[in-house]
């Protein structure tokens, strides 16, 4: 059996008037993140990464700011279409590590909701998707409270 792994990063800024959306869930909180989707800075590393692993590019190149198709979307769609296209590919989902990097809000008590909504949309177990949730103690943009990162790190086995 042949396996892959695949890192992925994204970085998100931190504003006013904007749903907070990590994982795939509403997190409650007085910042959301900018983007040209839902911005949900989770997701969008955990695509980078299974794109990446498969060869098949990453998020910008499937799914380009520049087209209004993608304006708003919830980035749960975006992962069920990358996980079509590293299917359609010959590879399955092994299991993902994921590490989230925020001042605030504390992410610890979504955890599980977060598990189980990328489980859904991947098609696999909860306890194959790992996510830890950190700090920069206050160093840097997301120290600052001006944006939140995740790093994904996947493996993926050709079937």
């Given at each position: 059996?042949k396996?892959?792994?695949g890192m992925?990063?994204?970085?998100?800024r931190?504003?006013?008037?904007?749903e907070l959306?990590l994982g795939?869930v509403?997190?409650p909180?007085t910042?959301?993140?900018?983007?040209?989707?839902?911005?949900?800075?989770l997701?969008?590393?955990?695509?980078?990464a299974l794109?990446g692993?498969?060869?098949?590019?990453?998020?910008?190149?499937?799914f380009p700011?520049t087209?209004?198709?993608f304006k708003g979307i919830?980035?749960?769609?975006?992962?069920?279409?990358?996980?079509?296209?590293?299917r359609?590919k010959?590879?399955?989902?092994?299991?993902?590590?994921?590490?989230?990097?925020?001042?605030q809000?504390?992410?610890n008590p979504?955890?599980p909701?977060m598990q189980?909504e990328l489980a859904?949309?991947?098609?696999?177990d909860?306890?194959?998707v790992?996510i830890?949730a950190?700090?920069t103690?206050?160093?840097?943009?997301?120290?600052?409270?001006?944006?939140?990162?995740a790093?994904?790190t996947?493996?993926?086995?050709?079937?």
């Amino acid at each position: 059996m042949k396996i892959r792994v695949g890192m992925g990063f994204d970085v998100h800024r931190l504003v006013e008037g904007r749903e907070l959306w990590l994982g795939g869930v509403k997190i409650p909180h007085t910042l959301g993140l900018l983007g040209h989707s839902d911005a949900d800075v989770l997701i969008h590393a955990l695509c980078d990464a299974l794109l990446g692993a498969a060869c098949l590019r990453d998020i910008g190149y499937h799914f380009p700011d520049t087209d209004p198709r993608f304006k708003g979307i919830d980035s749960r769609k975006l992962l069920v279409e990358v996980m079509r296209l590293v299917r359609e590919k010959g590879y399955e989902f092994g299991n993902a590590d994921i590490t989230v990097c925020a001042e605030q809000p504390k992410l610890n008590p979504h955890v599980p909701a977060m598990q189980a909504e990328l489980a859904r949309c991947i098609g696999c177990d909860p306890d194959c998707v790992s996510i830890k949730a950190t700090t920069t103690e206050r160093l840097g943009y997301t120290g600052r409270g001006e944006g939140i990162a995740a790093y994904a790190t996947v493996l993926i086995e050709k079937q």
